[in-house]
């Protein structure tokens, strides 16, 4: 009924720069905040970078200046613009968001299913 699909990802040299994207579908009422989170092999799954409704957001100090994220509310899309990429910036990027579907009562946290960034020379 609600899906997140993302693109964008892919393999890019360090100090070069990627832009994902997520875009939300289905039968929504609304969508709280949303996010990026990723995951290195071994490591466990950590946020990014979040956004609200009314665009407040909030990043790990890893990424602190050189991510920027955003929305489009009317596109029920986010973006996470990554410029100055490392090495240590490769994982699987996850899309999440908070989503309130039509005739339901409460929110729910939904995941899109990932896309890989390589940050290697």
């Known amino acids: 009924q609600v899906q997140l699909v993302e693109s964008g990802g892919g393999l890019v040299q360090p100090g070069g720069s990627l832009r994902l994207s997520c875009a939300a579908s289905?039968?929504?009422?609304?969508?709280?905040?949303m996010a990026w989170y990723r995951q290195a092999p071994g490591e466990q799954r950590e946020l990014v970078a979040s956004?609200?409704?009314?665009?407040?957001?909030n990043y790990v100090d890893s990424v602190k200046g050189r991510f920027t994220i955003s929305r489009d509310n009317a596109k029920r899309t986010v973006y996470l613009q990554m410029n100055s990429l490392k090495p240590e910036d490769t994982a699987v990027y996850f899309c999440?968001?908070?989503?309130?579907?039509?005739?339901?009562?409460?929110?729910?946290?939904?995941w899109g299913q990932g896309t890989q960034v390589t940050v290697s020379s």
């Open positions: 999440n968001a908070d989503i309130l579907r039509r005739w339901f009562f409460s929110e729910e946290a939904y």
């Open positions: 289905g039968s929504i009422s609304s969508i709280n905040t």
């Open positions: 956004i609200t409704s009314g665009g407040s957001t």
